[in-house]
């Protein structure tokens, strides 16, 4: 399965929950994947945070290969970096589906967003909370999906933005219906009904699922939460 249909597969069923690998336990890497594979996930989240872009680091191209060679679901690598074109055949290369990139990060992201989709990856573009969609807007015609942070990047565990919901709804009304709108930070039982309601599509999930007991029952949640029509 080539990763463009996969992710016209993500399209076709959304909405779509992620789980965030940041939050699952790494020493049993492995079993993490399993257990959310098991609970029903149709992808998964990676964070790639360079400490120099974001004030933190967690993991690069070793990890995506280890957990593309576990798994088939499509991978989302969202790359907290600098310089993100510099390394957009080596993760599509490690085993990256969607890769999205910062506007923060880059002058003009619409030849590194032409790269991704050139190799086969679907390509994304990240706004921060208080980065305005103007920002983005001349690079829509190059991107598959957006996302909205709705928490400033960097650290799990955020508390959710609201301020984010109008400008997740600005961007699903001014986008076409095949370039998704997904959202990451804070989001959980509480939130995602609202973003949902908002236009969001795709919700990366961190605490709200590896902080459960019980994966495939909060999953189930956050899928039924998430049901909710614009």
Known sequence: MSNGQTFAQLRATRPVILPSMLLCDFGNLEREIRAVENAGARALHLDIMDGHFVPNITYGFTIVEAVRRVTELPLDV???????GQYIQQFVASGASLISIHIEAVEDPRPVLDEIRSLGAAAGLVLNPPTPISAIAPFLDACDYVLA????????????????????????????????????????????????????????????????SDYAASLKELQRLAQVKP
Do not use: W
Request: aromatic residues 6%; charged residues 15%.
């Open 149 to 212: 942070m709705t928490v400033m990047p960097g650290y799990g565990g955020q508390e959710f933005d609201e301020s984010v919901l109008s400008k997740v709804r600005d961007l699903r009304a001014m986008l076409p219906p095949e370039v998704l709108v997904e959202v990451d930070g804070g989001v959980g039982p509480g939130t995602i009904a609202t973003c949902a309601a908002a236009g969001a599509e795709m919700f990366v999930a961190g605490s709200a699922i590896f902080r459960t």
């Open 78 to 84: 969202h790359l907290m970096i600098s310089n993100p």
